[in-house]
């Protein structure tokens, strides 16, 4: 059982924290082509809500056609690799679309949901997914809805504090950004390795039949 | 003592703390408009025939002043410095000025250097409207000016500069990504052959370092104007080894010594060819620590 719980909280801290470093980095990457002003944050904080209402309604809804942590890991490392691409792909991203789009709100707003509305909706299921298993999983479990979603805030306040503080000040974005998705793709094949659906009973969720 | 003069000279005392506190934080000077624009904290006060653009809530963060009197008398030591420029580049025609304020460098091209066609970008349509209503800037004949970000603005732009002048400075320092390589080079593609590029900045922080660095991997020269009476710099940049300081005395006398009420004499006293900086990272748009760098002393 401690595994099990060790997975969780790593998946929650580790991916909680990512969201937030991605978010804090990405005024970095849209702000030489869509200026510095408090419209990129618009854009930046109104685009991942999105992603956030997208990840969750995903989340949820295949936690309980799907209710098996393997299921959420596969996700995790699809979302993984397209965070490693994102420091390949932002630069032509933002150059085409700050070329046909004049506006910087609309420019930033487009370029902000072609590079993160795939990763982040992703990172945004996990807190759901894992609560639908506990759910599924029912009274076995001692985590609660709410300390599910404290333990990922907790890692959010840590990714934004440290990028922002720290990490931004010592390391090109692109390393940070590379370093975050090196770090996600670590923890989803880990957690794909302790094979947490075999430790959890679900009632019809793991045979085959 | 009784304990009712106790606490009458407690509050006496605290009283005076408070007031004097006050005093403090409050300088002289008339606010004549303080509020909140896109960008910024701005509040425009005046102190004698002094009038004075800020941004944010720092007090000494000056954008503009002006002499209401001797509207085209540099208060700052820095804009004295800019104009420096028409050392390197005297014939220059076109000029593209980034960063407005209270519109001060565009009154003395106005007033002293009609003949050039300046063009002044600023990203702030509330800092253009007090400039106008506050400042007594004007878009004369010859003068255009574009509301944009400084590097939206030169990407799109077909036009090519004698000069391009960077003056955009935000409630902290310089936008961060108007001083990286990558901008830098976008300015050197938009400026005529044997153009300058003029950055003014502050020369007492490691960032000054990095953006000295900065500007020597984009331009082949690289001239530093450094402030006596302020922490102010200049830095002249071209592609081409443009003048020692023998040659801008020479084409100061050209100019008949002055712009203005600018002594281009006294200017030239400030130059040093090759600026002594030590070892610092060249800014990039991937790698920017420039929040960091400006805090530490170089």
Redesign the interface.
């Known amino acids: 059982m401690p595994i099990v719980y060790a997975g969780f909280i790593l998946l929650l801290v580790s991916f909680g924290a990512a969201v937030m470093s991605l978010e804090i980095l990405s005024s ?1 990457l849209m ?2 082509y ?6 990129i944050w618009g854009s930046i904080i109104s685009s991942f809500m999105v992603h956030f209402s997208v990840g969750y309604v995903l989340g949820g809804w295949l936690s309980r056609r799907f209710p098996r942590i393997s299921v959420l890991a596969a996700f995790l490392v699809v979302c993984s690799i397209w965070v490693l691409m994102i420091p390949v792909i932002y630069q032509p991203v933002c150059e085409s679309i ?1 070329e046909h789009i004049a506006d ?1 709100r609309l420019g930033s707003l487009a370029a902000m949901n072609v590079i993160f509305l795939v990763p982040i909706s992703i990172m945004a299921m996990v807190s759901p997914y894992i609560i639908g298993i506990i759910a599924a999983w029912q009274r076995q479990s001692g985590l609660t809805a709410g300390m599910i979603l404290f333990i990922s805030t907790v890692g959010s306040f840590a990714g934004t504090n440290a990028t922002a503080f720290y990490l ?7 390393r940070i950004i590379i370093g975050v998705g090196v770090i996600c793709l670590a923890v989803s094949l880990l957690v794909l390795l302790l094979r947490i659906d075999r430790r959890i009973r679900i009632l019809g969720a793991n045979n085959c039949s | 003592m009784t304990g009712q003069t106790k606490i009458a000279i407690i509050f006496l005392f605290l009283l005076g703390f408070f007031t004097a506190t006050r005093a403090m934080a409050a300088p002289g000077g008339q606010i004549l408009y303080e509020s909140d624009s ?2 910024h904290h701005i509040t425009i006060r005046q102190e004698g025939m002094e009038r004075c653009m800020i941004f944010g809530r720092q007090r000494d963060l000056r954008q503009t002043c002006l002499d209401l009197e001797k509207p085209d008398a540099s208060v700052f030591e820095y804009t004295a410095m800019m104009f420096a420029g028409f050392l390197f580049r005297p014939e220059a025609k076109s000029v593209c000025l980034i960063g407005l304020g209270g519109g001060y460098i565009p009154t003395v091209f106005r007033m002293h250097l009609p003949q050039v066609r300046l063009h002044s970008v600023e ?1 702030d349509p509330l800092v253009e409207k007090l400039a106008a209503k506050y400042f007594g800037f004007s878009v004369p004949a010859g003068q255009s000016l574009s509301i944009d ?1 400084g ?2 603005f030169l ?1 799109k732009s077909k036009g090519r500069y004698d000069q391009i002048w960077l003056d955009a400075f ?1 409630s902290d320092y310089i ?3 108007l001083a ?1 390589k ?2 830098l080079t976008l300015a050197r593609s938009r400026l005529t052959d044997g153009g300058i590029v003029i950055q003014n900045l502050f020369c007492g922080n490691r960032l000054y370092d990095a953006q000295i660095a900065t500007m020597r991997s984009v331009f082949a020269k690289v001239f530093v104007f450094e402030g006596q009476k302020s922490g102010s710099c200049i830095i002249v940049a071209s592609d081409r080894p443009a003048a020692d300081p023998e040659g801008l005395r020479k084409q100061a006398q050209r100019l008949g010594g002055r712009i203005g009420r600018i002594d281009l004499f006294a200017e030239i006293a400030k130059c040093r060819v090759t600026a002594a900086v030590k070892k610092a990272p060249i800014l ?6 420039a ?2 760098l400006l805090m530490q002393k170089n």
């Open positions: 970095n702000s030489p869509f200026g510095g002003s408090i419209y700050s910087v931004i000040s010592l390391f090109p974005v692109s | 896109i960008y990203v970000d590097r939206q990407k935000n936008p961060a990504h990286t990558e901008f990039t748009d991937d790698y920017n620590p929040n960091l």
